[in-house]
């Protein structure tokens, strides 16, 4: 006898297969899916989470309170694949007694891998040298062309000190770093001892840092953080690297800074938008390396 399905759950883009397996097995779940790798229109979000019990939805997925109100009283959990919720309204989630669910570790590792494989090809400038190669530019060896910077006996600054910071610096570790340096919130002297950190202030990072890497969660104090006034504070041979959230940067202050020479370079692996479009004013720097994050997903 064929099983009674009480609950629906709506799925907002193709997930891996696991995840499908395992929805498939709730035998009191009626599971319903955007069928797409691409975003699902607001409109069909609307239609898809009426009436449904719980919602997997993805970072891309504006959970606000127009779609709550749309989905209704029954909605009871939200879980999101990604380790950021800021696109969950949490205050309106939490006045609804919805539960959430995230996936906090899952890629703290790639994520790492990822934020120092960026750091390495922007100040080792291998896109540009590559191509040179393609278009004829390289000739013959010369000592100053394509000079790039080491990590060795460098000072790496750190924004955000959480699981992928930590990561990060447990990657860097081999590479000879002599000073590493973190912020946030407040000291992290636990797990500081790990690495020798040393907390100090926004100012200071940005001042004293060779190469910075942002791995701070997006919040209302983190918002535009690196902006006009941090990329003067860097040094002109700093190189800047963001995993974060797009809007921790001003991106407008990023631009003129690399374009001005105020900073060496950029390596970002996250923008806003995302994809940058492809007349974007970033996307004409040979200083600037956007990257697609989506690579992460194969850890």
């Known amino acids: 006898m064929r099983p009674v399905r009480l609950m629906k759950v709506f799925v907002t883009r193709r997930i891996p297969t696991e995840g499908s397996a395992a929805l498939a097995r709730a035998a009191d779940c009626e599971v319903e899916q955007w069928d797409s790798d691409e975003p699902i229109p607001s409109k069909d979000l609307e239609r ?39 696109h969950l309204a949490l205050d309106e989630i939490k006045k609804r007694g919805i539960r959430v669910g995230y996936t906090p570790d899952v890629l703290t590792d790639a994520t790492a891998e990822l934020a120092v494989s960026l750091l390495l090809t922007t100040c080792r400038r291998l ?26 006996q460098s000072t790496v600054g750190i924004i955000g000190l959480g699981r992928i ?35 100090v202030s926004t100012q200071q990072l940005a001042a004293e ?5 942002v791995a701070c969660s997006l919040t209302p104090a983190t918002r535009g953080l690196c902006n006009k006034d941090f990329f003067q504070q860097m040094k002109k041979t700093a190189v800047f690297v ?23 370079a950029a390596g970002l692996d996250v923008t806003t938008p995302e994809p940058l479009p492809t007349n ?7 200083n600037c390396e956007p990257n697609n994050h989506s690579v992460r997903k194969r850890s």
């Open 209 to 213: 840092s060779d190469f910075i890497v």
């Open 48 to 86: 898809g989470v009426a009436g449904a019990h719980g919602l997997l939805c993805l970072l891309s997925d504006r959970i606000d309170k127009k779609l709550l109100d749309a989905a209704g009283a029954n909605l009871k959990v939200i879980s999101t694949m990604s380790v950021g919720v800021d």
């Open 127 to 152: 896109p540009e040298a590559i191509e040179e190669v393609k278009n004829g530019g390289w000739t013959s060896w010369k000592p100053l062309w394509m000079c790039g910077y080491g990590l060795t």
């Open 280 to 286: 974007h004013p970033l996307l004409t720097l040979k």
């Open 165 to 199: 910071g930590q990561a990060i610096a447990r990657c860097l570790k081999p590479f000879g770093v002599q000073r590493l340096l973190y912020t946030g919130r407040q000291p992290r002297p636990q797990e500081a001892e790990e690495f020798q950190a040393e907390f």
């Open 242 to 264: 963001n995993i974060s959230r797009g809007e921790v940067v001003d991106q407008d202050d990023l631009y003129q800074a690399l374009a001005s020479g105020q900073i060496a």
